[in-house]
């Protein structure tokens, strides 16, 4: 079975420039979060999809924006880039918002705003 | 989800056993404690998981005490590979709790 896959690996864009990060969970999870994380620090929740439906968002602004399609694959929009958003994203999945299992993570796209 | 205490960093040489403790003093009844790590440069790898009886895979051991509010994730042979940052992480498996709240973790260095 694949694990997640997540595309670009690297990327770099100019500050208010638009980005659009790709996620492809893994066979049979209908659940995916992704995660913010700066350099040095742990990652942090930016929100969870199930079944096509936001299920929970984290601290981050509106132009923070997600989809997910019906094979359960998910896209992470952000708007109007600042250098702060400068991270690696990552996209994790599991089986179900119920499931006792851990989350698989993908390898991540780390995202340079200059 | 419950806050969990870890120390910053520790060594252990290769090939003897690396013991990580944690602490999660607030932790309640229906809360599991997880354990991930993360290599440099990679997502996080879930590692194993408990509610209140120790645990063991290919990967590790959990062992939670008795009351709960701490536990220890035990790598009985580490390699030079199981370098990386250790996360304990408490939470309730449910549809209502969201997300993984990930602290700083602890950075497991093995020596040769």
């Known amino acids: 079975e694949t694990g997640v896959t997540q595309s670009p690996t690297h990327l770099i864009k100019t500050r208010g420039q638009q980005v659009t990060l790709r996620c492809s969970s893994q066979?049979?999870?209908?659940?995916v979060s992704w995660y913010q994380q700066a350099l040095g620090q742990g990652p942090q929740f930016i929100f969870q999809?199930?079944?096509?439906?936001?299920?929970g968002r984290g601290n981050f602004p509106p132009r923070f924006s997600g989809l997910q399609f019906p094979n359960y694959s998910s896209e992470l929009n952000v708007n109007a880039l600042e250098l702060d958003d400068s991270a690696l994203y990552l996209c994790?999945?599991?089986?179900?918002?119920?499931?006792?299992?851990?989350?698989?993570f993908g390898s991540g796209t780390r995202l340079t705003v200059v | 989800d419950a806050k969990t205490t870890q120390p910053t960093s520790m060594d252990c040489a290769e090939g003897r056993a690396a013991n990580l403790p944690c602490n999660h003093s607030?932790?309640?009844?229906?809360?599991?404690v997880y354990w991930y790590r993360q290599i440099h440069s990679q997502g996080p790898q879930y590692i194993i998981h408990?509610?209140?009886n120790n645990e063991t895979n290919e990967m590790a051991s959990l062992i939670i005490t008795e009351d709960r509010k701490s536990s220890t994730l035990i790598l009985p042979h580490a390699t030079l590979r199981d370098t990386a940052v250790y996360y304990c992480?408490?939470?309730?498996?449910?549809?209502?709790?969201?997300?993984?709240?990930f602290g700083s973790g602890t950075q497991l260095t093995v020596l040769p």
């Open positions: 994790a999945s599991r089986p179900g918002l119920d499931s006792l299992y851990g989350y698989t």
């Open positions: 066979s049979g999870h209908n659940t």
């Open positions: 999809y199930y079944r096509e439906e936001e299920n």
């Open positions: 607030t932790i309640s009844g229906n809360e599991y």
């Open positions: 408990g509610l209140k």
């Open positions: 992480i408490v939470r309730v498996p449910s549809g209502s709790a969201r997300q993984l709240t």
